[in-house]
T-cell receptor, first 115, second 109 residues
Framework: GAVVSQHPSWVICKSGTSVKIECRSL??????MFWYRQFPKQSLMLMAT?????????EQGVEKDKFLINHASLTLSTLTVTSAHPEDSSFYIC???????????FGSGTRLTVV | KNEVEQSPQNLTAQEGEFITINCSYS?????LHWLQQHPGGGIVSLFM???GKKKHGRLIATINIQEKHSSLHITASHPRDSAVYIC???????????FGEGTQLTVNP
């Protein structure tokens, strides 16, 4: 079946540094990748949608300069949290789709803690 | 009012019980998804439905398009079924998922 590898699974970083999270589709070409953020006991919140080779589309309220998304190939998308602050601490998870009607495959998530 | 509503929010069952989680939605959809999120956070897609019924092992998912309602059933529940179950819909007007709040299921041995 379709597999999406996401890493790191957890990361602790100092305030002011940047962190990169990778999502890779292992056995299919992901035309679209989605990045979500999830706070404890809450549902997934869509941050942005990225199509291979195009600029990401960010949801309202998500700072595009802070959360940099790159989808350079059909199998890899990255989310970089720039100048991280403690309020950026959260669970980040990606999902990938090969197109309408194919469903979504989720990564395993990254727990980011900014100290 | 949320576009996707699930019930119950929390469910505790004894091992072996039959479990039902419900999902109602208020928008036009092209498909409905049932997802399972384990305590570690990873999410597994259980079903994608656009009509009728699907079965996989002890899991059954049904959808009634006219009533805008779907159910997820677990037969012979087991402690390893303990997780958050999330209903999500692909809206016909867009290309992204809209999520319910999730149902926390705990199955006790």
């Amino acid at each position: 079946g379709a597999v999406v590898s996401q890493h790191p699974s957890w990361v602790i970083c100092k305030s002011g540094t940047s962190v990169k999270i990778e999502c890779r589709s292992l056995d299919f070409q992901a035309t679209t990748m989605f990045w979500y953020r999830q706070f404890p006991k809450q549902s997934l919140m869509l941050m942005a949608t990225s199509n291979e080779g195009s600029k990401a589309t960010y949801e309202q309220g998500v700072e595009k300069d802070k959360f940099l998304i790159n989808h350079a190939s059909l199998t890899l998308s990255t989310l970089t949290v720039t100048s991280a602050h403690p309020e950026d601490s959260s669970f980040y998870i990606c999902s990938a789709s090969r197109g309408a009607g194919y469903g979504y495959t989720f990564g395993s998530g990254t727990r980011l803690t900014v100290v | 009012k949320n576009e996707v509503e699930q019930s119950p929010q929390n469910l505790t069952a004894q091992e072996g019980e039959f479990i039902t989680i419900n999902c109602s939605y208020s928008v036009g959809i092209s498909a409905l998804h049932w997802l399972q999120q384990h305590p570690g956070g990873g999410i597994v897609s259980l079903f994608m439905l656009s009509s009728g019924k699907k079965k996989h092992g002890r899991l059954i998912a049904t959808i009634n398009i006219q009533e805008k309602h779907s159910s997820l059933h677990i037969t012979a529940s087991h402690p390893r079924d303990s997780a958050v179950y999330i209903c999500a819909v692909d809206e016909t007007s867009g290309s992204r998922l809209t999520f319910g709040e999730g149902t926390q299921l705990t199955v006790n041995p």
